[in-house]
């Protein structure tokens, strides 16, 4: 059927555009499709699982995604630290001082921890390591010598380049310390926390000079507690001694019963 223009002289096809369009659109899918088709051989032969649309499940890009940016995040921390990127001495210019930090297992698991410095010949820790079990906690104690000041420096002029370094590792369970778990399992070794010194002056009472006195109390408190022996609850050992003392006593009462009943008889 045609419609002819009289203006323009033109015939329009009412029926013929239609065709024109649905053949053009079969023509796109069949391409479409084509398309998915060859997509989904290329993932096939390379072992990656398609969809039913021949396109890649999103899962596994989203998975190596995420395990991307997990790897770029820091690791968790396993202990917990008062103070807790600070170590404060008391400034005492010639003398060796103290300072304490306090260290809680915040893991489900035994962790292991160990002191570095870089300052090895001035500065010691007490322990310089050890184990604690989930939710154990210590204090220990840094010892540190403290130089007199250069051209007439204030003592919270000064700046300090040691520096210590809290490392942690996550043992199986109880067992006693030793350096050598660091150098075994290195690649399971974890920096807690770097610590700056910080100096206080003595002359000035303050809230962190008076925490600091405390720690070390209790540090002091906890190190001559370890210091007594332990108590035996087994069986006690009666020195020769003893034995003989007490048999003594056994055999004057003995005689004394026999002379009260009127004879004497040999032992």
Partial sequence: MAIADEKDGKVWGLFKLPFRNAQSTTTSRSSSHNTLHYRSQQHQSLGIASLDDGSVPRSNSSSSVSSVARSLLPARRRLKLDPS????????????????????????????FKFQTTAPKSCFMRPPG???????????????????PENNEKPMDQKSRVKFKIMSLKVKGPMDYVPEL??????????????R???????????????????????????????????????????????????????????ARQQVEGGVESV
């Fill in 182 to 195: 660091f150098e075994e399992q290195k690649e399971q070794v974890a920096v807690e926390q770097i610590l």
């Fill in 85 to 112: 990127n600070k170590l404060y001495f008391p400034y005492e210019p010639g003398k060796q001082v103290r300072s304490a930090i306090k260290i809680k297992n915040s893991s489900k698991s035994h962790v292991a």
């Fill in 197 to 255: 010194v910080i100096f206080l002056d003595v002359e000035r009472p303050s809230p962190t000079l008076e925490k600091l006195k405390r720690q070390l109390a209790e540090a002091d408190a906890a190190l001559e507690e370890r210091k007594k022996p332990v108590e035996d609850t087994g069986p006690k050992i009666i020195g020769e001694g003893l034995v003989i003392d007490e048999w003594k006593e056994r055999r004057e009462r003995y005689l």
């Fill in 130 to 148: 050890a184990i604690l079990a989930p939710g154990e906690s210590i204090i220990a104690t840094v010892f540190k010598f403290v130089e007199h």
